[in-house]
């Protein structure tokens, strides 16, 4: 018979994730939390997870949610450990990711009295978490209905703070289904309401009559209806839809490089550009550029459409649609028309120009940053889902056409490069497909305790653009005219050989473009263990090539 913990606070903790099919714990070790760990591990309902490093164990957690779509529970000690969870759960907060961090502590008497492993736990997320649950010794199957609950319905990160007094690792032998019933729990899924229709028509009226109106698509996981939404869209000739490739929509009439349309443009032709209408949906935008034009050059209406928020990013929002974007299309649909424009006809000439001019100009680049990406994007296998990192990879990343049956995921909620790595792994282990994670140099080594993961699919492929340093450094204006650029460049003359060898990863490199294309050919095929290729590339060229690649692209 199983063994269980005899705590009543961590029977309840997981009787209650049991309950809501919390089926997936990430644990990492400790003391403190040894009641939770013995009731999560006899529990033959939940698959439990061990890894070591707390930061690298959210952001592994937060990759399973990101595929998912469902909440998993994440289980600490106390004290410090905790606070390695914050970057995950930011990250979370953002992109509206659900994750139940569940908190080992010591009780009250032994807080700030001079005791070990000690801090000030409760409500130390509060500023980004949406729930924050401090037990009692006694009944509180209420908070964690509101916790978990909270974490399902409104997508985000909820904390659950258990204090345990000692002993901590007492069990009783019982019958699991014979643990208190947890009463009058019943989830309360979100149930959208449609929009009124005679609200809705004044929306329609402005929109009927404009001739310039933009979509602005954001981070979205892969959805057909709104595929086939926002093809509906641009049979209209006044509509522009504007996609990034984290969006997860595709089609030809799509402008799908946002910099690469915008950034030759001079003044008179951004004022062309500027919309009447703009309707923004999905989560945070990468591009700087079109967040710069919207902000000078404002559409006369905003609205976004999203069940949960909007931000105010181009500081202009006039009106929140607080429903899902399929939901409000399908309704607004019945009330539009298409307007007579050459709004849309005249920026995907421009978009066509952009593009044969950067053909040409990939055809003649030398080997540099640019030209691995025109190398590696068309290499990846069809359906395989694409992770990259922050900073330079996300931003090359949107240069290009990638192919559509490619699922493409980014942390874009703080656009930090502190757990890329980690969350690509977590992504891996959920989505069992093909995954391949391209990322930089920094944001690599920051987290290479990712690698120390016994959950690693021999599938999963790294592929590290190597160029000595944080390359976007010398980019963007500011560092490479200040007599610090060291500081901001950080440069190194580490590779991830020994990592590789240390966590059983098969290890390539290539310099070039010959040796490039030969590793790429036979780079994602099957094989007993994960694979890295490091790509070395010349850190005082990169941002050269990239600057001319931008003024070549001028008419």
């Not at 990101?66 to 930011?90: D, E, F, W």
């Not at 030759?264 to 989560?283: T, V």
């Amino acid at each position: 018979m199983p063994k269980f913990p005899k705590n009543s606070l961590a029977k309840q903790v997981v009787n209650n994730c049991i309950h809501y099919t919390i089926n997936t714990v990430v644990i990492s070790p400790g003391s403190r939390n040894a009641p939770l760990i013995i009731g999560f591990n006899e529990a033959k309902e939940i698959e439990t997870l061990s890894i070591v490093d707390e930061r690298c164990a959210a952001f592994f957690a937060l990759g399973i949610a990101q595929q998912t779509r469902k909440p998993v529970a994440l289980v600490c000690s106390s004290g410090s450990a905790l606070l390695n969870y914050y970057p995950a759960i930011a990250e979370a907060f953002y992109s509206n990711i659900p994750l139940i961090v569940i908190s080992a502590d010591r009780p009250k008497y032994l807080i700030d009295v001079g005791d070990g492993q000690t801090i000030r736990q409760e409500n130390v997320f509060a500023n980004h978490s949406l729930f924050n649950a401090n037990l009692k010794v006694s009944n509180s199957n209420l908070q964690l209905k509101q916790a978990i609950e909270t974490a399902i319905n409104k997508k985000g990160p909820v904390h659950i703070n258990v204090p345990f007094d000692e002993p901590l690792y007492e069990t009783e032998e019982i019958d699991f289904e014979k643990i208190e019933e947890i009463k009058e729990v019943k989830e309360s899924l979100i149930d959208e309401t449609p929009l009124e229709v005679d609200e809705l028509q004044k929306f329609a009226d402005i929109w009927n009559t404009s001739t310039k109106k933009m979509v602005l698509v954001g981070e979205h996981f892969p959805n057909e209806l709104l595929q086939i939404q926002l093809e509906h869209l641009v049979k209209d000739p006044s509509v522009l839809v504007l996609i990034e490739n984290t969006a997860n929509v595709s089609h030809p009439k799509f402008i799908n490089s946002i910099d690469k349309l915008i950034f030759p443009l001079e003044d008179f032709e951004l004022e062309k550009f500027q919309p009447d209408i703009l309707i923004s949906l999905g989560g945070l935008i990468v591009s700087k550029k079109i967040k710069q034009h919207l902000r000078k050059y404002q559409p006369k209406h905003h609205w976004h459409a999203d069940a949960k928020r909007a931000f105010d990013t181009f500081q202009c929002l006039e009106h929140h649609f607080k429903i899902s974007p399929q939901l409000f299309f399908s309704q607004f649909f019945f009330l539009t028309k298409n307007t007579d424009s050459n709004y849309q006809q005249f920026w995907l000439q421009k978009k066509a120009i952009r593009l044969k001019k950067h053909q040409e100009f990939m055809n003649t680049c030398k080997f540099s940053d640019l030209k691995v990406f025109s190398k590696l994007l068309p290499s990846i296998p069809d359906n395989s889902l694409l992770q990259l990192s922050n900073s330079s990879v996300i931003r090359y990343s949107q240069l290009f056409d990638i192919n559509k049956t490619l699922q493409v995921f980014c942390n874009r909620g703080t656009s930090g490069i502190d757990g890329s790595t980690s969350t690509a792994i977590g992504a891996s282990f959920a989505a069992q497909n093909n995954t391949v994670f391209i990322t930089g140099d920094i944001s690599f080594f920051y987290d290479s305790n990712a690698l120390w993961n016994n959950y690693i699919p021999t599938n999963f492929r790294i592929i590290l653009l190597n160029n000595s340093g944080g390359g976007i450094f010398r980019f963007i204006p500011g560092p490479k005219d200040s007599n610090a650029l060291d500081y901001f460049e950080t440069p190194h003359n580490l590779t991830s050989e020994h990592l590789c060898k240390m966590y059983n990863f098969e290890y390539l490199t290539a310099d070039n473009e010959v040796d490039l294309n030969l590793k790429l050919s036979k780079f994602f095929e099957k094989s007993e263990h994960p694979r890295l290729l490091e790509i070395f590339t010349p850190r005082e060229e990169n941002d050269k090539i990239l600057k001319a690649y931008f003024n070549n692209l001028k008419e």
